[in-house]
């Protein structure tokens, strides 16, 4: 909202000493925060006077265009006395007319200078102005003509056009639509400044009769106050008045025509939205009702719209004439021949307004303030000063019939107790002082004992509890008196369990050198579908958001993996060689059932808990992690230890496995098929043994059509886990290692198996057969080829053995490793080479 400082003290009392710098900081003190304060005077430079045009001769260039040679009077501005020649290329003005002129040394708004200069044959000292050279309007229609009445030449021009006039503009919160006024912030400045305040809405206003335009209301809800007046015998041709047309201008809105600039007037200085017909193309009663389904119609911007049966649209016998509250009709637009105009000042309902603008994707100035509220108890002032200004200004009269259909709603009494204010703030506002304060700003209070009990003023419709009574007495007490305590902390308990257990995850794989990252939790069908998941998946069975920040990611995620897969080829992309990314979110599982819209007057009940728990879904806490690119660098020191060099699936197990080696779960993997994985280098993560063992998530290396998917080198891996699952299995203190002062036993075996059989199968029979003196297992070759058989390959493994309490023999050694080798034979049909 922007508002001249001048505007403002036409309606508050303020000191003459109250500069536009101290106002800002009171309103924004107020809630009105300030956006900015603009000074357009600032902007210009060296003299800018006013001068009358004495001669002008049209002079016809080779180009084809045609300037004027013109000799301007500006006074004794110019040091001499003598007319001012002057270049100039509009044609907009005649001999006689007052012009403004900046004289050279002087400066316009943008750093433009001006000197005397030869120009078209002729040294023009000096420039006659627009509107857009001086900083007044975006466009250029012509230079600016002053009225006959504006001053004498050599006068200086800053404050004949409003220069020196300061505006304010303000960032108005939704839950403060009275602040889109000049009413409103006119009586939030007398209120800081503890001055007297002038209602530009108090007005004798002439009583409703039967003689005026007939109105029906089919939807009181919707419409619950409708007041129209008829004015005849507009001049057509009258123009805007300049402070009018000023104001407008200062206020971001653009002079169109008289009638339209004084309804547009008329909303900024009272907040309530005005609207004219021109009445000649009206036929019959006009209505309000909401639109029927598949009802069209044209609006004011050229817009053929099909309409919602929430739509509440203003009608007459010949049918649409505008959609309610929100924009006119194009067929009863006012134009530059109307004479007679109906003026519509109508309160509307605020929810269907918004609806109706969003649907229709409207944004405009009526809109706005109708779907935050507006004050319904100023309709018929605000059209008797539409009416009085097209009467002063357009030569018009005012039709004796008033029609005013309904009433306004009453607002309901709030209680709050004496004392709310002090306890909520910790400032000391003793119960006198509330009262005073909410009285202060239109509220009808009663103070009955402990309680205070305040109906609410009809242009503050966000007020609706105690609270809000408090921070209407807190803002005015000012925000800047409430004292700094520091809370006493309670006795803090630590970390929680799955709190320690979680930044265990962290600082593991952080120290394995992987990065978190932080991803938007939402996902669309173009990212399911990048992943490769088949139509029936139970990943595509998302929940939709109901307000989604993107239209092509409207579902929150079943899976960590589009967001880091989107990141890693985001860097890759950006220069890193190689990345290693982990995240922890939550995802959805399932979807969810229909709940109950609840109310905020209360708590809700156990049984309403129930029910609002019970529709909403799992969301499981996930880990995930991508590899891809560089793993580790080669150099003068070699290859990486990856296949040369580049991340894969086994650093994406090895990683795994590390993890669940910090958090004490033994892990274990066997082949799975599962998106987007490859096929045949995918893992299933496994904690336990047997029927008892529990998924914990897959690791492996992605689809190459994965891969390039999103931009991904081949063989780039990934890992997603269930962590809360993970967490639930780690106990809570980790067992160190067990160290033995005995010399270890090495024994290497090669196994022949068929190459259906999984490296992890053969390392769980080799353990399971080698007992309890087996320290680790590991594989180090995987071979076909030569000397091995057709359909077969070699897998060989290290074993080492140790004892605690001695050093191991021989035949021990011996006797444990061929026991391992059995169990790989029975087991997975394993034979030693």
Not at 95 to 105: A, E, K, S
Not at 466 to 474: A, I, M, N, Q, S
């Amino acid at each position: 909202m922007r508002v001249p400082v001048s505007w403002i003290r036409e309606h508050a009392d303020l000191p003459e000493s109250a500069t536009s710098e101290e106002l800002a900081a009171r309103l924004t003190a107020l809630g009105l925060k300030l956006e900015a304060l603009e000074r357009p005077a600032e902007a210009i430079t060296g003299p800018l006077v006013v001068g009358r045009v004495l001669t002008m001769e049209p002079e016809p260039q080779k180009n084809g265009k045609t300037i004027n040679w013109c000799t301007v009077d500006v006074g004794d501005a110019n040091g001499t006395g003598e007319p001012q020649g002057i270049v100039c290329g509009a044609h907009n003005f005649a001999p006689g007319d007052l012009v403004v002129v900046i004289l050279p040394g002087g400066v316009l708004p943008g750093n433009f200078a001006i000197s005397a200069r030869k120009t078209y044959g002729h040294v023009s000292a000096g420039m006659i102005c627009s509107g857009a050279e001086l900083g007044l309007s975006a466009e250029s229609d012509g230079i600016v003509v002053l009225p006959a009445d504006a001053g004498e030449p050599g006068d200086d021009a800053i404050g004949v056009l409003g220069l020196d006039d300061d505006v304010i503009e303000m960032e108005i919160n939704p839950d403060r639509a009275y602040a889109l006024s000049v009413r409103g912030v006119a009586r939030d400045a007398a209120l800081a400044y503890d001055a007297p305040f002038r209602d530009p809405c108090e007005r004798d206003v002439p009583p409703a009769d039967d003689a005026g335009w007939p109105v029906r209301i089919e939807d009181p809800a919707g419409c619950p106050v409708f007041v129209a007046r008829l004015v005849s015998g507009l001049d057509a041709t009258a123009t805007t008045p300049e402070f009018i047309a000023r104001r407008l201008t200062q206020a971001g809105m653009r002079p169109i025509s008289l009638a339209v600039d004084v309804t547009n007037y008329v909303m900024l200085e009272t907040g309530r939205p005005i609207h004219g017909y021109d009445a000649d193309k009206l036929t019959g009663t006009v209505g309000v009702r909401r639109a029927g389904a598949g009802e069209r119609l044209t609006t004011l911007d050229g817009t053929r719209r099909i309409l919602s049966p929430e739509d509440l649209v203003v009608v007459d016998d010949s049918g649409l004439i505008g959609l309610g509250g929100v924009m006119g009709g194009e067929d009863t637009e006012m134009s530059a021949t109307t004479t007679r105009v109906l003026v519509e000042s109508a309160h509307w309902d605020p929810v269907s307004m918004f609806r109706t603008g969003r649907r229709h994707k409207i944004t405009s100035e009526a809109g706005k303030r109708n779907e935050r509220g507006v004050d319904p108890t100023i309709c018929e002032a605000a059209a008797d000063r539409v009416v009085e200004l097209l009467v002063t200004y357009g030569g018009a009269t005012a039709e004796p019939g008033v029609t005013v259909v309904g009433t306004p709603p009453a607002r309901e009494p709030i209680t709050m107790a004496a004392d709310l204010p002090a306890r909520v703030s910790g400032i000391d506002i003793p119960a006198d002082r509330a009262v005073q304060v909410l009285r202060d700003q239109g509220f009808a209070v009663d103070a009955e004992g402990a309680d205070v009990v305040a109906v609410p003023p009809q242009w503050r419709p966000d007020v609706t509890d105690p609270f809000d009574l408090v921070e209407e007495v807190v803002r005015v007490v000012g925000y800047d008196a409430v004292p700094s305590v520091l809370p006493t902390p309670g006795a803090g308990r630590g970390l929680t369990r799955a709190q320690r257990l979680r930044r265990r995850v962290g600082r593991t794989l952080a120290g394995a050198g992987a990065v978190e990252v932080v991803s938007f939790p939402f996902v669309g069908d173009a990212s399911l579908d990048a992943l490769g998941l088949d139509a029936d998946d139970e990943r595509r069975r998302t929940i939709r958001l109901a307000n989604p920040l993107s239209a092509q990611e409207p579902a929150y995620t079943t899976t960590l993996l589009p967001g880091l897969l989107r990141a890693a080829a985001r860097n890759l992309g950006r220069g890193a060689t190689g990345v290693t990314l982990f995240e922890t979110g939550s995802v959805v599982r399932g979807g969810s059932s229909p709940t109950p819209i609840l109310g905020v007057e209360s708590r809700p009940s156990e049984l309403e808990l129930k029910e609002l728990l019970a529709g909403v879904p799992d969301q499981p806490l996930h880990l995930g992690l991508v590899l891809a690119g560089e793993r580790e660098r080669a150099g003068w020191w070699g290859e990486g230890a990856s296949p040369q060099g580049w991340a894969g699936w086994a650093d994406a197990l090895a990683l795994v496995r590390r993890l669940g080696d910090e958090l004490g779960v033994p892990l274990s993997t066997r082949a799975a098929v599962r998106a987007p994985w490859h096929p045949g280098r995918c893992a299933e993560v496994l904690a336990g043994e047997g029927e008892s063992a529990v998924v914990l998530g897959h690791a492996g290396e992605l689809h190459p059509r994965v891969c390039d998917a999103h931009d991904l080198p081949r063989r780039s891996a990934a890992v997603e886990l269930d962590l809360d699952a993970l967490l639930a299995l780690a106990p809570d203190r980790v067992a160190g290692p067990e160290l033995s002062s005995f010399p270890m036993a090495k024994e290497d075996v090669a196994l022949l198996v068929d190459v259906s059989v999984t490296a992890a199968e053969v390392e769980a029979a080799l353990r399971e057969g080698a007992g309890e003196l087996l320290e680790s297992v590991r594989l180090f070759d995987v071979y076909t080829g030569a000397q091995v058989p057709e359909g077969k390959k070699s897998l060989a493994f290290a074993l080492r053995f140790r004892a605690p309490d001695r050093t191991l023999t021989e035949a021990e050694t011996g006797a444990a490793r061929d026991a391992a080798v059995a169990a790989a034979a029975e087991r997975c049909g394993a034979v030693q080479r």
